[in-house]
């Protein structure tokens, strides 16, 4: 196994960074300092990054349903509900991407940081997708306006998204960047007020029947997109 494949397995950091710390210096393979990226590691051999020694640990991808109310962080020094009160893992996880408070639906929790780092990383366009109700219809020139890309302050302008009508002040809404609150950021500027936010689906994993607090593993065909986004 190359090297910086390995220090991204163990969870240190991306592939990518993995890279950059080899280049300076800053990585040892059995007490030696290397400085080629491609080097190979084989059984037996230590590796330390910055004087830690990595081990490589299992890695799990987990989507959970979560509930309005908890916070996307499992340490949270205000006690605030967060993932560790709707995941029972005894290992160490982050949430890939964010959820406001005040929404709900999908997240991928995992202990995998290079696939995390892809899944949020812009040139991806990874499409992300929600249910989303306001508290009036569009008008179409506002509809248009909203698919085009909006300036939603703070120097940040969004890029073309999806937006279709599905009735009852509901829309279906596609995005592929991730600014903070971006939808509802989005819909503001528009003079509409969300009332319900729900994301369902990140890439191809759709949050499907699950139900509030409800977490499952991902299943075969799941784990083929996190091949897709770290090959």
Request: no cysteine.
């Amino acid at each position: 196994m190359r090297i910086n494949k390995f220090i991204a397995n163990s969870g240190f950091t991306s592939r990518r960074k993995a890279d950059d710390l080899i280049i300076q210096g800053r990585v040892k393979i059995n007490g030696q300092t290397i400085y080629e990226p491609g080097i190979q590691v084989v059984d037996g051999d230590k590796v330390e990054v910055e004087g830690k020694l990595l081990t490589i640990e299992k890695k799990f991808y987990i989507k959970l349903y979560k509930p309005v109310g908890f916070i996307t962080s499992n340490f949270d020094p205000y006690n605030e509900l967060d993932l560790n009160d709707l995941l029972d893992i005894d290992k160490r996880f982050f949430a890939a991407g964010r959820l406001d408070k005040d929404s709900e639906g999908l997240l991928i929790i995992t202990n995998d940081g290079e696939f995390t780092n892809n899944l949020i990383h812009p040139k991806f366009k990874l499409d992300k997708e929600y249910i989303v109700k306001i508290d009036r219809k569009l008008r179409a020139s506002q509809e248009k306006k909203f698919e085009k890309g909006l300036d939603i302050g703070n120097g940040e302008k969004t890029s073309d998204a999806k937006l279709e009508y599905l009735g009852n002040n509901t829309y279906s809404v596609i995005i592929h960047q991730g600014f903070n609150r971006q939808i509802r950021r989005m819909f503001k500027v528009l003079g509409a007020r969300v009332i319900e936010l729900k994301r369902i689906r990140i890439g191809k994993i759709f949050l499907g029947d699950l139900k509030e607090k409800e977490y499952k593993y991902f299943s075969k065909d799941e784990l083929k997109f996190v091949d897709e986004m770290i090959r």
